[in-house]
């Protein structure tokens, strides 16, 4: 089957730890994004790539880190400078030629206490 | 001023009946435009795209579009229970892969 994954699906970390989060898509998309929603919030652009060793800012990266080395992965690092770290993250991707039509993984939930 | 503002809801419509969800965006210079549908505890699914002034139908869905008024909408016929959710409204920014999300109208179908 293709789609996205991420894992892990709940996430829990004390205060002051970096953690990864995981995404893997088997679609053969070249372009790849980081959402975080908050309660009763849309969607907020992390970071994205469109290319593999390639990938920019988006409007909250402060706090966060990513790296893609495969086409297919594409992890998120939240940092211990990430001020309010807990959050429903979401991984999506897309293709070059229709950018916007983005699919999405079925998101991490993390709780940092 | 938001860049994409929808009302959060809930909107509340009886089985059958036409659910009108609305969307405005403040960037003039936006060409894409998108609905999500989001279950609770769920990740966003892609359900229209529209590009064009205009309706655009896919089954009982209806995304409409106007520029100049800088209005999206998205019209549910026949609506089931299985269509409660929040519906999320996003705008291409710019020129850039950027997609800008609405906060979401929660919608709820009366059986």
């Known amino acids: 089957d293709g789609g996205i994954t991420q894992s892990p699906k709940y996430l829990f970390r004390k205060e002051g730890q970096n953690v990864t989060l995981s995404c893997e898509q088997n679609l053969n998309h070249d372009a790849m994004y980081w959402y975080r929603q908050d309660p009763g919030q849309g969607l907020r652009l992390i970071y994205y790539?469109?290319?593999?060793?390639?990938?920019q800012k988006g409007d909250i990266a402060e706090g966060y880190s990513v790296s893609r080395e495969k086409k297919e992965s594409f992890p998120l690092t939240v940092t211990s400078a990430q001020k309010n770290p807990t959050a429903f993250y979401l991984c999506?991707?897309?293709?070059?030629?229709?950018?916007?039509?983005?699919?999405f993984g079925p998101g991490t939930r993390l709780t940092v206490t | 001023q938001k860049e994409v503002e929808q009302n959060s809801g809930p909107l509340s419509v009886p089985e059958g009946a036409i659910a009108s969800l609305n969307c405005t965006y403040s960037?003039?210079?936006?060409?894409?435009f998108f609905w999500y549908r989001q279950y609770s505890g769920k990740s966003p699914e892609l359900i229209m795209s529209?590009?064009?002034?205009g309706d655009k139908e896919d089954g009982r869905f209806t995304a409409q579009l106007n520029k100049a008024s800088q209005y999206v909408s998205l019209l549910i016929r026949d609506s089931q229970p299985s269509d409660s959710a929040t519906y999320l409204c996003?705008?291409?920014?710019?020129?850039?892969?950027?997609?800008?999300f609405g906060s979401g109208t929660r919608l709820l179908v009366r059986p």
């Open positions: 960037d003039r210079g936006s060409q894409s």
């Open positions: 999506a991707s897309s293709t070059l030629v229709a950018a916007y039509e983005q699919y």
């Open positions: 529209i590009y064009s002034n």
């Open positions: 790539s469109q290319i593999v060793n390639d990938f």
């Open positions: 996003a705008v291409n920014r710019d020129s850039s892969y950027k997609l800008i």
